[in-house]
């Protein structure tokens, strides 16, 4: 499988900006695709996560309210939609895959794509 992140940019406080997850290869009968992020001397966290044969969503409480994560069936893509961005939303974002497509409890990302960066200014 590999995942091709792409999106980000520079935006101000305030602004928005959607990034792109595309997946080809190997397909699965059901997973899991998620979005995560890592600012600088941070540690990676987990930002937003769509199950795609349910659509159901899942999402940090950092970002709830703010951004939007959905799945494009044609396409092969997801997107996280990121609304009212904060300069603590600065950070590279990677999307990731989990094959399995169990609940949040059993996830495990085993195919990453590369990093996009997201800088927000304030």
């Known amino acids: 499988v590999q995942l091709q992140a792409s999106g980000g940019g520079l935006v101000q406080a305030g602004g928005s900006l959607r990034l792109s997850c595309a997946a080809s290869?190997?397909?699965?009968?059901?997973?899991?695709v998620g979005w995560f992020r890592q600012a600088p001397g941070k540690e990676r966290e987990f930002v937003a996560a769509?199950?795609?044969?349910?659509?159901?969503?899942y999402y940090a409480d950092s970002v709830k309210g703010r951004f939007t994560i959905s799945r494009d069936n044609a396409k092969n893509t997801v997107y996280l939609l990121m609304n009212s961005l904060k300069p603590e939303d600065t950070a590279v974002y990677y999307c990731a895959l989990d094959p399995r497509g169990f609940g949040a409890s059993s996830w495990s990302w085993d195919y990453w794509g590369q990093g996009t960066q997201v800088t927000v200014s304030s």
């Open positions: 290869g190997r397909t699965f009968r059901s997973y899991v």
């Open positions: 769509i199950n795609w044969s349910r659509g159901s969503t």
